[in-house]
């Protein structure tokens, strides 16, 4: 974390977050872009601010033309070693496409495209995880005894200084029900994405016409009491059984949205949570630091996500580490 550049990076996407913030009322209201006048609607909704960050962003990679030739670069090598018998990732999997369709004349592949797709997986792969990461540690740090319970899980199942698996998942259903309760609580992506109707359509005995904005209410689904018992509270137990057995709730639980267009990376996301957490509450203790309280509001800057508020958290040791 001492890296000059790994640190311009987060605050420059933690910037980023907070402009678009300012964009919520004119994404889900866009007519009110048309009734203002425009040096009124840059001014209220910060819109100038998001220009500046979305300018310092692409000079973080040395310029606009370079953002997207930095991405070339890393294509272009990939090109000259791609095997085709044995594609490494998704830059050489996009590459094999665009060959594929060279010939089509309603081809959307291009260089510039893969480039984009490439930040925007990184984008929303990153802050997501990194936020509930957070939100764990928070929530095990205020609540000592469901982390004394997640550690003896975690010693009972890998033995000192052995890292988890996915295969693990099974036997530590506790461990489980702790991250699920993190991705009900927190709710980060409190809204999902905006999507469009695009065609005239009902919904739950609404009328939704063509080219209304729909966003999810993830946040209130997580809360209501129709699904959830003191939603209120933080309860691992929750999703356990008599038997201690993790049982997945399929209704009033969406953390990652639904539908075609739910999150691309859920599978990557729940792996992270489990590797990640089991890792680092193997080896260390959080808890609040002497005479604080960990605030478990929300970052109040940010509105389209829940996250987590940058505060202390006092980390130990654990014995034997
Ligand atoms: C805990 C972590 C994460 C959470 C809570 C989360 C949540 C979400 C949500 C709620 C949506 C919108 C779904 C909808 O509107 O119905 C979404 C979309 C998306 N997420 Fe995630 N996400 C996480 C991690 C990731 C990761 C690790 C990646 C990729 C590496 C990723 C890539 C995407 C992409 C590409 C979309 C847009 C999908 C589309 O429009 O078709 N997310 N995510």
């Given at each position: 974390m001492d890296n000059p550049r790994l640190l311009e990076f987060e605050n420059l996407i933690r910037e980023m977050?907070?402009?678009?913030?300012?964009?919520?009322?004119?994404?889900?209201?866009?007519?009110?872009?048309?009734?203002?006048?425009?040096?009124?609607?840059?001014?209220?909704?910060?819109?100038?601010?998001?220009?500046?960050?979305?300018?310092?962003?692409?000079?973080?990679?040395?310029?606009?033309?370079?953002?997207?030739?930095?991405?070339?670069?890393?294509?272009?090598?990939?090109?000259?070693?791609?095997?085709?018998?044995?594609?490494?990732?998704?830059?050489?999997?996009?590459?094999?496409?665009?060959?594929e369709k060279a010939d089509d004349p309603n081809n959307t592949f291009s260089e510039k495209d893969l480039a984009i797709l490439v930040l925007d997986l990184f984008l929303a792969g990153s802050e997501t995880t990194t936020n509930t990461l957070t939100w764990l540690f928070y929530y095990l740090a205020t609540y000592p005894e469901v982390q004394q319970k997640m550690q003896a899980e975690i010693d009972e199942v890998l033995p000192k200084g052995t890292l988890a698996t996915l295969d693990n998942k099974l036997r530590m259903p506790y461990t489980e029900a702790v991250i699920h309760e993190t991705l009900r609580k927190s709710s980060l992506a409190a809204t999902g994405a905006q999507h469009v109707a695009t065609r005239d359509t009902q919904l739950g005995g609404y009328y939704i016409p063509k080219g209304t904005i729909v966003m999810?209410?993830?946040?209130?689904?997580?809360?209501?009491?129709?699904?959830?018992?003191?939603?209120?509270?933080?309860?691992?137990?929750?999703?356990?059984?008599?038997?201690?057995?993790?049982?997945?709730?399929?209704?009033?639980?969406?953390?990652?949205?639904?539908?075609?267009?739910?999150?691309?990376?859920?599978?990557?996301?729940?792996?992270?949570?489990?590797?990640?957490?089991?890792?680092?509450?193997?080896?260390?203790?959080?808890?609040?630091?002497?005479?604080?309280?960990?605030?478990?509001?929300?970052?109040?800057?940010?509105?389209?996500?829940?996250?987590?508020?940058?505060?202390?958290?006092?980390?130990?040791?654990?014995?034997?580490?």
């Open positions: 977050e907070a402009s678009i913030a300012h964009l919520a009322i004119p994404d889900i209201f866009p007519w009110i872009m048309y009734l203002l006048p425009g040096s009124l609607t840059g001014r209220i909704f910060h819109l100038d601010l998001q220009k500046k960050t979305i300018h310092k962003f692409l000079n973080y990679f040395n310029g606009v033309r370079v953002f997207i030739t930095l991405p070339q670069k890393e294509i272009e090598e990939h090109r000259a070693t791609l095997d085709r018998d044995d594609p490494r990732d998704l830059i050489d999997g996009y590459l094999m496409m665009m060959e999810g209410a993830q946040e209130t689904v997580h809360h209501d009491l129709r699904y959830w018992d003191r939603p209120d509270k933080f309860l691992p137990e929750r999703w356990l059984d008599q038997q201690g057995k993790f049982t997945t709730k399929k209704e009033g639980f969406l953390p990652f949205g639904v539908g075609k267009r739910s999150c691309l990376g859920e599978a990557l996301a729940r792996m992270e949570l489990f590797i990640f957490s089991t890792t680092v509450f193997q080896s260390l203790t959080f808890s609040q630091p002497p005479g604080k309280r960990i605030d478990l509001r929300y970052e109040p800057k940010v509105i389209f996500t829940h996250n987590p508020k940058i505060q202390d958290v006092l980390i130990t040791v654990r014995p034997g580490f």
